[in-house]
């Protein structure tokens, strides 16, 4: 007989399409990717309150509030980018499970590592939303916000994806935000438009 070394059962508790039916909303994941300095967390802000007016609800989860809690004990190398990918998934998931619109705004540089954030959410029936906000590294460089480009460039700052690390691009992103010819505005516009046409912000579909 099979036993649980971790002494770990699974209550069963509500299926996703109960919540659904009790609360009027699908849940589902929007997952941001791009460089940093791409505009990924000012399009996650806008987009999450554009959908919180509609209203939805709608939660926003990013470097801010996940590094530095959830992910403080994480650094930059390859396998602690690979486990934040990991975590942020799950929260999503859960997020998305809840009937909660999920905005995810991480570079998340890695393919697998997004592949596997999507099987995660396919695995639950879950939609998940591939956003690519692209920016050239020249551009993301000319912005450089926080001066991270920069410190990367000195050496002051190791791994640093785009300079010193890679980024994949998608393969196959749902949404693709040209971040230097498109506004905040126009971005967010286009993200509730392809949600809308798939039926993905009604109960149903419709």
């Known amino acids: 007989m099979e036993t649980n070394p971790r002494n770990i059962t699974w ?3 509500l299926s996703h399409a109960e919540r ?6 699908p849940g589902l994941t929007i997952w941001l990717t791009g460089l940093s300095a791409s505009g990924k967390s000012t399009i996650a802000t806008a987009l999450e ?5 509609v209203p939805l609800a709608a939660y926003r989860l990013d470097g801010d509030n996940i590094r530095f809690g959830l992910n403080a004990d994480l650094g930059f190398a390859p396998a602690d980018r690979t486990e934040n ?4 998934a799950e929260v999503a ?7 909660c619109v999920a905005i995810t705004s991480f570079i998340s540089p890695y393919r697998a590592d997004r592949a596997l954030a999507r ?4 695995d639950a029936g879950l939609p998940f939303v591939e956003v690519w906000v692209d920016v050239s590294v020249a551009e993301a460089e000319r912005r450089d916000p926080k001066g991270l480009y920069k410190k990367a460039r000195e050496g002051v700052i ?3 994806t785009g300079v010193s690390a890679p980024y994949e691009e998608p393969e196959a992103a749902e949404v ?4 230097e010819e498109t506004s905040v505005e126009e971005a967010v516009v286009q993200i509730v438009g392809y949600l809308e046409e798939k039926g993905l912000l009604t109960v149903g579909g419709k």
């Open 158 to 160: 190791k791994e640093f």
């Open 49 to 53: 309150q554009h959908l919180l007016s």
């Open 93 to 99: 998931k859960l997020f998305a499970d809840s009937c």
């Open 85 to 88: 990918i990991r975590r942020i």
């Open 11 to 13: 209550h069963p508790s």
């Open 176 to 179: 693709v935000v040209r971040s």
């Open 119 to 122: 099987k995660l959410h396919a």
């Open 20 to 25: 659904t039916h009790l609360r009027h909303q």
